[in-house]
Nanobody
Framework: QVQLVESGGGLVQAGGSLRLSCAAS????????MGWYRQRPGNQRELVAD???????TYADSVKGRFSISRDNPKNAIYLQMDSLKPEDTAVYFC??????????????????WGQGTQVTVSS
């Protein structure tokens, strides 16, 4: 079992910044992919950014140049620095970890472990 604890969501004005944190604990295999995903009202969950333990990253086109994902391997933690936030970034943001083959540009399946989600609201 793996547990994920997220923090850092909140309310911010457009153009502002937020930093999300996620820490994983439990039975974590050495090669893993951790990522941030979001679900906007009425939409399916989508990839925001992910990073493997070799620190290879992928980003959704909508956040490139504005968001930055990083990780601390010894702590099994990832961070998402979100700058130049837009109202359309408003969503519940979820942290996830999974093992094995990377899901390129997509959302991992049922074998992933998920955090409880944290609300990010960007006002115009």
């Amino acid at each position: 079992q793996v547990q994920l604890v997220e923090s850092g969501g909140g309310l911010v004005q457009a153009g502002g910044s937020l930093r999300l944190s996620c820490a994983a604990s439990g039975r974590i295999f050495s090669f893993n992919i951790m990522g941030w995903y979001r679900q906007r009202p009425g939409n399916q969950r989508e990839l925001v950014a992910d990073i493997d333990n070799n620190k290879f990253t992928t980003y959704a086109d909508s956040v490139k140049g504005r968001f930055s994902i990083s990780r601390d391997n010894p702590k099994n933690a990832i961070y998402l620095q979100m700058d130049s936030l837009k109202p359309e970034d408003t969503a519940v943001y979820f942290c996830a970890i999974y093992f094995g083959s990377r899901v390129a540009g997509g959302v991992p399946g049922d074998d992933a472990y998920w955090g409880q989600g944290t609300q990010v609201t960007v006002s115009s």
